[in-house]
């Protein structure tokens, strides 16, 4: 079992990162406007904490990895994260060990898809971003690593292939004029495949 907690203090807003003002109301709803952004503004100190909790079970010649992950931040943020992995001894030294983890968090409490453009400079919020990465998201990861001996070869040589599915809501109850229209958080897909060699010394 183990606890973090990390203290951040400084300049912590993505200077290149903007929110979108939206037309909200009239016949040009969602027409552009050439004051139609400003540059997200974030928070200058962030707390950090989360508590992981890991176990290895040794149910005859396999090996199963569990984990469980909370975390949470004086921001809103709040997720959890399960990580699986089996390995499976195989025959002539050779291993496989299939892979499923989930992650699931909220929103920054000062996230947001969008600010309406009628809305007041004054009356805007101090704080707001449009980062994804700090919006409700989830991601779910499947694959499996394979690990076996070349002969004349020293050392171990895996390979491993994953595919990653992350998804958000799309169409928000809060989405704005020409918002509703579109997904705001399109699903994405990435596929990797690694591979690598190991040599003790």
Do not use: C
């Not at 807003?13 to 109301?25: F, G, N, R």
């Not at 309406?116 to 971003?129: D, E, G, I, K, N």
């Not at 799309?170 to 509703?180: E, F």
């Amino acid at each position: 079992l183990n606890a973090a907690r990390t203290h951040e203090q400084g300049y912590l807003t993505e200077p290149y990162k903007i929110v979108s003002l939206i037309q909200d109301s009239g016949v040009d709803a969602g027409t552009p406007s050439p004051d139609s952004s400003l540059t997200e503004n974030r928070p200058r100190t962030r707390t950090r904490n989360s508590v992981l909790g890991s176990s290895v079970w040794h149910p005859g010649p396999n090996v199963l990895y569990s984990s469980y992950r909370y975390y949470w931040d004086d921001w809103g943020v709040r997720s959890h994260t399960v990580d699986l992995r089996y390995r499976f001894d195989l025959p002539e030294q050779d291993w496989l060990q299939p892979h499923v983890r989930y992650y699931q968090q909220t929103a920054a409490d000062f996230f947001t898809f969008g600010l309406p453009l009628s809305l007041a400079p004054s009356a805007r919020p101090r704080y707001a971003s449009s980062d994804f990465r700090l919006g409700p998201l989830r991601t779910f990861t499947i694959g499996a690593t394979y690990g076996f001996r070349y002969p004349d070869v020293p050392g171990d040589i895996t390979v491993r292939a994953e595919y990653i599915h992350q998804w958000g809501p799309g169409h928000p109850a809060s989405a704005i004029g020409v918002q509703k229209q579109l997904d705001l958080f399109p699903g994405e897909d990435i596929g990797t495949l690694t591979a690598g060699w190991t040599v003790r010394f």
